[in-house]
């Protein structure tokens, strides 16, 4: 018994264990295969994030040049998504308009995990007198529906040129426009409504985040660790943190297509990014919205864009949260 | 429970004060052109005016030992005091009352949620219990992908389609009077001055408002219809031989009921944050729309107002919808 066994073991040892690429490529099969619609969604995210990367190359004409002979154009073969009242070329626009989707996405569900980790691990980690007021205070965070304080927000930090603390000033000067069109330099331009959305998001985490460190508290290993004086740094870093982890990428992906969706929504009510600098919730109002009759194009094809990218970033969400976190299912 | 009650009933105050207080100090420290902006609109006109006369004026160059963020405690408790008189202040250029403004415009947004409201629910909770009752069916599928459709459609972008389509109406060919009582009003009527033009105006919205609600109304009542269908008692009606009705409608859907009460909590946020955008495409001079004006203006004054109303309408609503859920399922027990 004890040689068979013996022997087991030495051969799983020889079995080459295989490659990460190897198991990450598993993974994603296994995960494609139990949920096709997770597996679609993580499809278009990653397509909309190489668009928005490569779309100075992507785009077809530099997405403020007018041609004025050319106005209002149905879609054909010169202009794919047809062209606006000025004879822009909408389909470079909505391309150039994917990085600000992408960012804000992104950007926004990162922001708003750090956020509610720190405000929500804090106030479930010491509890007491900091957990109360910390709780009020997030009372009063989410007390008003975030379109209100958003458009707060963003107007009086303003969504000019410069961005959040002047950050979009520094790497803009100098450049030629081709290089300014790239994804780094419209990050800088939208860090305002960026740190905006996540703040807001993170009032919603935080409260999530506070009820499942008040769980893992309860875990014995906490109080070995603490037997063994380790500091309050080193246990939230080394064993609540890898904890709540599987926690905060449910969330960040659960709250992904709905960043997206108050991104496009502050855009269309001119909240946003400003002209010239496209975004699809812009392009909407400006075009969609004022010229659509009659050119149904300019209303639906940023409309769908939208439309698109947020159900399929629900439907990753969904999935991730399925498969790594069960529990969180509910009805909403 | 009654302990609970009070507790919950004593956070009311401190929550809308303190989001007043909140929004008070982000624009005392941050805002710092509102009078610039006066200025540069109003000097060519009137050579005399000065930048410090516009900010003694409109009394936000408040300072407490010199110091602007301390000045604006000493600012948010005047205005609050006003506020508790009635007195929720003037707009900085038109000198109307702010107060007159909420009241004339608050209904608009509460016309506009309610209705939503209504339609969401009369559409999401019978598809909701059929979709349960018909689990795994083709029904079913349809009903639970249309719900997931419906929670990702953007409300600004059916509002705009809507338009399009109106506006198009014509040259498509289609039927010239039904085109002409879609496109409504454009001056707004409420409802008791002219019932007819307040529906024209109204409809379109509140359906578009009332289906981005019904997604997540419908998947909630589904799961919990599902949920009470598995109980005991629902085994014990069925097998007392009552008519499918009779089990679903009787006991089922009283049970599976609750949860989804408890959810217009949650929505009645998004509801007053749709109204935003929808209040803005159709031109209701809704609540929404008096704070986009007020942001753009820079009126901050107004901002106040209105953030402090859809405050207290949130925060209570929250309130009720939790106490009254307590009193509909005697099993919860609050700590």
């Given at each position: 018994m004890a040689v068979s066994e013996q022997a087991l073991r030495l051969e799983a040892l020889e079995k080459p264990y295989p490659p990460a690429w190897r198991r990450w490529v598993a993974g994603g099969i296994s995960f494609a295969r139990r949920k096709p619609l997770g597996a679609f969604g993580a499809t278009i995210l990653i397509l909309t994030i190489v668009v928005a990367v490569f779309s100075p190359w992507i785009a077809r004409y530099p997405y403020g040049e007018p041609h004025f002979s050319d106005t209002l154009q149905a879609p054909n073969s010169t202009y794919w998504f047809g062209t606006d009242i000025l004879g822009k070329d909408f389909f470079s626009r909505m391309v150039i308009g994917s990085q600000v989707t992408v960012l804000a996405g992104l950007g926004t569900v990162v922001v708003a995990a750090f956020l509610s980790v720190l405000v929500g691990g804090v106030s479930g980690y010491f509890g007491g007198r900091t957990d109360m007021a910390t709780q009020r205070l997030v009372d009063v965070w989410v007390a008003l529906p975030p379109i209100f304080l958003l458009i707060t927000f963003l107007s009086v930090l303003g969504t000019g040129g410069d961005g959040f603390l002047g950050l979009g000033r520094g790497p803009n000067v100098g450049l030629d426009p081709k290089n300014g069109d790239w994804i780094w330099y419209t990050f800088f331009r939208s860090s305002v409504v960026i740190f905006s959305l996540g703040i807001i998001f993170a009032g919603y985490g935080a409260r999530i985040v506070r009820s499942a460190v008040l769980a893992i508290k309860e875990n014995v290993y906490m109080e070995a660790a603490r037997a063994l004086g380790a500091s309050n740094v080193r246990i939230m870093w080394h064993y609540v943190l890898p904890n709540i982890m599987p926690l905060v990428i449910v969330l960040a992906s659960v709250n992904l297509g709905a960043a997206v969706l108050a991104e496009a929504t502050v855009s269309f009510l001119g909240f946003g990014i400003q002209p010239p600098f496209p975004t699809w919730g812009q392009l909407l109002d400006q075009d969609g919205r004022i010229h659509g009759v009659g050119h149904e194009w300019l209303s639906i094809m940023p409309g769908l864009a939208i439309f698109v990218c947020v159900y399929a970033f629900n439907m990753l969400g969904d999935a991730l949260r399925d498969v790594l976190d069960p529990r969180l299912r509910g009805g909403r | 429970m009654r302990q609970y009650f009070i507790r919950r009933a004593l956070l009311v105050v401190p929550t809308v004060l303190g989001v007043t207080l909140l929004i008070t100090l982000l624009l005392q420290i941050l805002q710092g052109n509102i009078a610039d902006l006066i200025f540069a609109e109003s000097s060519t006109y009137n050579q005399e005016l000065t930048k410090e006369k516009i900010e003694n004026d409109l009394g936000i160059n408040d300072t407490i030992l010199g110091s602007r963020f301390l000045g604006a405690f000493k600012q948010w408790g005047e205005w609050i005091g006003g506020v508790a008189h009635g007195d929720f202040g003037e707009y900085f250029r038109s000198r109307r009352s702010v107060g007159g403004e909420l009241v004339n415009r608050t209904p608009?947004?509460?016309?506009?949620?309610?209705?939503?409201?209504?339609?969401?629910?009369?559409?999401?909770?019978?598809?909701?219990?059929?979709?349960?009752?018909?689990?795994?069916?083709?029904?079913?599928?349809?009903?639970?992908?249309?719900?997931?459709?419906?929670?990702?459609?953007?409300?600004?972008?059916?509002?705009?389609?809507?338009?399009?389509?109106?506006?198009?109406?014509?040259?498509?060919?289609?039927?010239?009077?039904?085109?002409?009582?879609?496109?409504?009003?454009?001056?707004?009527?409420?409802?008791?001055?002219?019932?007819?033009?307040?529906?024209?105006?109204?409809?379109?919205?509140?359906?578009?408002?009332?289906?981005?609600?019904?997604?997540?109304?419908?998947?909630?009542?589904?799961?919990?219809?599902?949920?009470?269908?598995?109980?005991?008692?629902?085994?014990?009606?069925?097998?007392?031989?009552?008519?499918?009705?009779?089990?679903?409608?009787?006991?089922?859907?009283?049970?599976?009921?609750?949860?989804?009460?408890?959810?217009?909590?949650?929505?009645?946020?998004?509801?007053?944050?749709?109204?935003?955008?929808?209040?803005?495409?159709?031109?209701?001079?809704?609540l929404g729309l008096m704070l986009i004006e007020a942001v753009t203006q820079r009126e901050y004054v107004a901002v106040q107002g209105v953030l402090l109303v859809v405050a207290i309408v949130v925060v209570l609503t929250n309130f009720v919808v939790d106490m009254a859920y307590s009193l509909l399922d005697p099993r919860i027990r609050y700590a």
């Open positions: - | 608009v947004t509460l016309e506009l949620s309610g209705l939503a409201l209504a339609f969401s629910l009369i559409i999401a909770l019978p598809i909701g219990v059929i979709s349960a009752m018909r689990q795994d069916t083709m029904v079913d599928h349809t009903a639970r992908s249309f719900s997931i459709f419906m929670l990702a459609l953007p409300s600004f972008w059916l509002g705009t389609m809507y338009f399009v389509v109106v506006g198009s109406w014509h040259d498509w060919g289609l039927p010239k009077s039904i085109g002409d009582w879609l496109l409504p009003p454009s001056i707004y009527k409420n409802f008791w001055e002219d019932p007819e033009a307040n529906i024209r105006q109204m409809w379109a919205p509140a359906a578009i408002l009332g289906f981005a609600l019904a997604g997540s109304v419908m998947r909630l009542t589904r799961s919990q219809m599902l949920e009470v269908l598995r109980q005991d008692y629902v085994r014990t009606a069925w097998s007392k031989g009552l008519r499918e009705r009779t089990v679903v409608v009787r006991h089922a859907i009283k049970n599976a009921f609750i949860p989804v009460f408890s959810l217009i909590g949650v929505q009645i946020a998004i509801l007053v944050s749709g109204s935003v955008v929808l209040e803005r495409i159709f031109g209701l001079p809704g």
